[in-house]
């Protein structure tokens, strides 16, 4: 099954679709044929702004379970045949000191539909019930639909 007909995927992408399209034509008269990849690299700046916060509680994270490492092994070290308790007490140490073992993951999680979304942009031919307009753009005359590579041997061949 292709996840990107389920129908609120398939709404998201086809939003995504006429805000990149309609930033794409916004900046055509800057960009001329580049236009799309210009959009996509705006909409990139956009949203790891928006991901700035969770970069910013990700590196905290960071630093707090380095500072907290030395403790983490003297717990591993103590509990090592009582899991239940060592779980317990990296539980309690992470909440005194307002660390978690996870924020690391936040911003990769909160990127990955976005990227997905962006992905699907570029490699299908149809979005919703209409022809994807973007693959149409190129940049250094590569269409965006294709890549580098192929596009060298598309044009090697008579």
């Not at 707090?64 to 007490?89: H, N, S, V």
């Amino acid at each position: 099954m292709d996840p990107f007909t389920f129908p609120p995927i398939a709404a998201v992408l086809d939003v995504a679709y006429s805000a990149v399209a309609a930033l794409a034509d916004l900046l055509a008269p800057f960009a001329g044929t580049s236009s799309a990849a210009a959009a996509i690299a705006v909409t990139t700046m956009l949203v790891r702004l928006a991901l700035l916060p969770a970069g910013i509680a990700s590196a905290r994270s960071a630093a707090a379970a380095r500072r907290i490492g030395p403790q983490i092994a003297d717990l591993r070290a103590r509990f090592a045949k009582k899991p239940e308790k060592l779980q317990q007490e990296l539980a309690d140490l992470y909440r005194r000191e307002g660390a978690s073992p996870l924020s690391g993951c936040l911003p990769l999680v909160a990127q990955i539909p976005v990227v997905a979304v962006v992905y699907a942009l570029f490699t299908r031919t149809d979005i919703g019930a209409h022809a994807n307009d973007l693959l149409a753009h190129s940049v250094a005359g590569v269409p965006l639909g294709m890549s580098l590579p192929h596009s060298l041997l598309v044009a090697a061949d008579p």
